[in-house]
T-cell receptor, first 112, second 113 residues
């Protein structure tokens, strides 16, 4: 079974721009979660989608948004990028009824 | 406010010995806990979990202990192997049916050959 796939792996953007990150979950998984990892901050929860609906949300500004499609694939968008948005963005999937997350390898976003 | 804390940023252990990684939490509503391992340039990999109705869970060389009264959990790796060298994250959630996990900041384990 293929794992969680995130594209692109690396991205460099300029302050003020916007960016879209993509995530394909494990086949059959209906829940997709997004996390931000920065040095010294661990992984911080952004949001979780299940059956195209946002089910949980973390404490991030409205510049961070996401969506999930009918095939469970998910995208995350960050608008008006700031230098502090530079981070590793991790997507994780799960069947949807609890249990561990299965993570992709992440998208490394650098904002200059 | 950091609800899940891993106070040791790094740990070095000799191969074959026990590695003990610690995690403290402040939210008494947390009832499901997990440990993940992360290698550079890869996403975290699930290791082991425990629910609050248990105080111990084992899976091969990995054992997680939960002390609810102290709001403390630990991961024991016995025996430690060089391939265990990675960053370990603990995570917690209020119910096992949600995916809003709160992660610690990680402990970098180095197993010396």
């Amino acid at each position: 079974k293929a794992g969680v796939t995130q594209t692109p792996r690396y991205l460099i953007k300029t302050r003020g721009q916007q960016v879209t990150l993509s995530c394909s979950p494990i086949s059959g998984h209906r829940s997709v979660s997004w996390y931000q990892q920065t040095p010294g901050q661990g992984l911080q929860f952004l949001f979780e989608y299940f059956s195209e609906t946002q089910r949980n949300k973390g404490n991030f500004p409205g510049r961070f948004s996401g969506r999930q499609f009918s095939n469970s694939r998910s995208e995350m968008n960050v608008s008006t990028l700031e230098l502090g948005d530079s981070a590793l963005y991790l997507c994780a999937s799960s069947p949807g009824s609890g249990g561990p997350l299965h993570f992709g390898n992440g998208t490394r976003l650098t904002v200059t | 406010d950091q609800q899940v804390k891993q106070n040791s940023p790094s740990l070095s252990v000799q191969e074959g010995r026990i590695s003990i990684l610690n995690c403290d939490y402040t939210n008494s509503m947390f009832d499901y806990f997990l440990w993940y391992k992360k290698y550079p340039a890869e996403g975290p990999t699930f290791l082991i979990s425990i629910s609050s109705i248990k105080d111990k869970n084992e899976d091969g060389r990995f054992t997680v202990f939960l002390n609810k009264s102290a709001k403390h959990l630990s991961l024991h790796i016995v025996p430690s192997q060089p391939g265990d060298s990675a960053v370990y994250f603990c995570a917690a959630s209020e119910t096992s049916g949600t995916y809003k996990y709160i992660f610690g900041t990680g402990t970098r384990l180095k197993v010396l050959a």
